[in-house]
């Protein structure tokens, strides 16, 4: 990890809240217990910035230095806001074309989904607050620097999300194993949202919940799943093929 990926210390933590930078989430160790750490969860909570309570060794193995049992991971991106997103989009004229990623943890994974939306031309990411990979300098460098040139969005929870496009006039498309529809045989015409889970817990119940329509890549091998960066790929272009095939245009 790089120096510049953190910064350590409540005071220290406090002033970049206060100063607006890309904090993307705050491990505090379970033992602290002051005012000071009370003032700066309360401060990242007002600005939907994740604390998670740890023991004081996961951040000793980061960093040896005083950090008052606290330090904050930082994003290399400005994180959007999903709910002024949509609109903007629409008042811009795009057919909008989102992807949510529901639990991917994995660096390598989520840098190359990132990749292949920012070249199919996909106009947001978005992953939810907790149980996700941050958008960190590894996460960029494993994109190919993708994640600096498409916007991303972090929300409570894919579900919410799910049902906030839902209501906005998307089809929310959730691709699943588990799935009936042949992912061909959908329409992706319309502003979509696809939903990709994690390889091995899938797309949570409640955001299931939230789809309008389920589909899923045939599989004919004894593996019965692909990587979830492959699959993403699969979905995304099938997105952009049957949009060229219209003659609508992507941005």
């Known amino acids: 990890m790089e120096r510049s990926d953190y910064i350590y210390g409540l005071r220290a933590i406090i002033e970049a809240l206060d100063s607006g930078q890309n904090v993307d989430k705050i491990f505090l160790s379970k033992d602290v217990k ?10 990242a909570r007002s600005l939907r910035v994740p604390v998670q309570r740890v023991p004081v060794e996961r951040i000793n193995r980061i960093t040896r230095k005083n950090h008052q049992g606290a330090l904050a991971m930082m994003s290399a991106v400005t994180y959007h806001r999903l709910d002024h997103l949509v609109p903007a989009l629409y008042e811009d004229g795009v057919l909008p074309f989102i992807v949510m990623l529901d639990g991917i943890t994995d660096v390598r994974n989520f840098g190359a989904i ?30 190919a620097g993708a994640l600096l040139h498409i916007p991303v969005c972090r929300v409570s929870s894919i579900a919410w999300a799910a049902g906030f496009l839902r209501e906005n ?75 060229l095939g219209a003659n609508l245009e992507i941005e």
């Open 34 to 43: 002051s005012e000071l750490a009370t003032e700066m969860t309360r401060l």
């Open 114 to 143: 990132a990749r292949t939306c920012e070249c199919a031309g996909v106009d947001a990411i978005v992953i939810p607050e907790h149980g996700s990979v941050s958008v960190g300098g590894d996460a960029v460098k494993t994109s």
């Open 169 to 243: 006039g998307y089809a929310v498309m959730a691709v699943s194993e588990k799935a009936e529809k042949n992912y061909t045989e959908a329409s992706y015409t319309d502003p979509v949202a696809l939903i990709m889970g994690a390889e091995d817990v899938g797309i949570s119940p409640e955001a299931m919940k939230e789809t309008t329509e389920r589909v899923a890549i045939p599989m004919f091998g004894a593996i019965g799943s692909l990587n979830v960066s492959v699959a993403s790929g699969v979905l995304i272009y099938e997105v952009v093929r049957q949009r």
